[in-house]
């Protein structure tokens, strides 16, 4: 096997056709065998219908089913899993990230680069709260982190062997895949594009998902938000060392008796709320932590359809 294509798929119904045949078409170009991997992440409607009926009618489509909804960034993981390709692609389903773009992909593998990802240039289509948020997020990330995150890029992507057998090794549970491919190394190069719109259909990542995904990115890859809560303490405990030398001499060298309610209950509102921000973002380590303990499986397969390893239910 040459390449693999792998597609997370949640509910998409209204695209998954027309997703097979772009790829098709822009596989078919290409030197060498291939195959469509689809990875149906516990999709309520009749995707996975459309997924069985495209692997009868072509043997190049494969696909797992997963019990039920694991998200994305595990659905990319289990895609790896199985792939068995010399270089692996990971794409949308809803045709947002262009498949012609895989050509010019395969160019630069080609010309000996191990990681090729597609860096959005512009986002049409899209709410601009979503676009904001997004550019926000990869600021504050590649901010807080060591490791050299590529701004503006998704998992469009493709990898190399070399590469993908690397993330099979990483069983975390809070999954970053893209943040994990920069962490990796390996010669890495960017091609551009502007991202189209979503061809039919909603997003499938509503601000809970966001919100979980952005907290693993931060979480996965930066002690930050931990250092800023002792950075904090300090400087609160400094503002308040001082506050208590000026309040006991107030108490002992001058007549002014505080009033003083409202400033009292004041500070101690703020820094009360302070404090449970704080014990908030050690909470959400300390959560991951719990989750990397128990160990328990990334995904569950129920059913999968692979000519290469049939009835295979890798499940880590
Ligand atoms: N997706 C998935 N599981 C989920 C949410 C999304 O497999 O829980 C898939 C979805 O089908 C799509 C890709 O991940 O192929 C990206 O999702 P979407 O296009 O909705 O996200 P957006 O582009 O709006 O950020
Ligand atoms: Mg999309």
């Not at 096997?1 to 772009?22: A, F």
């Not at 072509?58 to 068995?84: C, E």
């Not at 469009?156 to 990483?170: A, E, H």
């Not at 039919?200 to 990542?205: F, L, N, P, Q």
Request: aromatic share 10%; net charge neutral.
């Amino acid at each position: 096997m040459k390449y693999s294509i792998i597609i997370p798929v949640y509910n998409e119904e209204l695209v998954v056709r027309e997703t097979y045949s772009r790829l098709k078409t822009v596989m078919e170009q290409v030197d060498g065998p291939y195959e469509l991997l689809f990875v149906n992440d516990g999709s309520r409607d009749a995707t996975i219908e459309i997924l069985k009926e495209l692997a009868l009618s072509d043997r190049h489509v494969k696909y797992l089913d997963f019990s039920r909804n694991f998200g994305h960034q595990i659905a990319i993981t289990a895609g790896m899993d199985h792939a068995a390709g010399a270089a692996i692609v990971i794409i949308d389903a809803d045709l947002q990230d262009p498949p012609e773009l895989i050509l010019d992909m395969i160019e630069k593998w080609k010309e000996g680069y191990e990681v090729v990802y597609a860096k959005r240039t512009k986002r049409n289509g899209e709410s601009f709260f979503k676009k904001q948020t997004a550019k926000a997020f990869y600021r504050i990330l590649r901010a807080s982190t060591d490791i050299d995150i590529p701004l503006d890029t998704g998992d469009f992507r493709l990898i190399d062997r070399k590469v993908c057998d690397q993330l099979k090794g990483m069983k975390e549970q809070s999954r970053f895949v893209r943040g994990l491919v920069s962490w990796v190394g390996f010669k890495q190069t960017a091609i551009e594009y502007e991202r189209d719109e979503r061809m039919a259909g909603e997003t499938k990542y509503p601000l809970k998902k966001m919100l979980k995904f952005s907290m693993d990115g931060m979480t996965s890859f930066s002690y930050k938000p931990l250092k800023l809560a002792s950075l904090l303490g300090m400087m609160l405990s400094a503002a308040s060392a001082l506050a208590i030398l000026i309040v006991l001499y107030q108490r002992f060298f001058t007549e002014t008796t505080i009033p003083g309610w409202s400033s009292l209950l004041l500070t101690m509102l703020f820094f009360n709320g302070v404090m449970l921000i704080m014990l908030g973002v050690i909470g959400e380590y300390i959560g991951r932590i719990y989750d990397e303990a128990k160990d328990r499986p990334l995904y569950i397969v129920r059913d999968s359809h692979q000519s290469e390893h049939e009835n295979e239910f890798v499940t880590r």
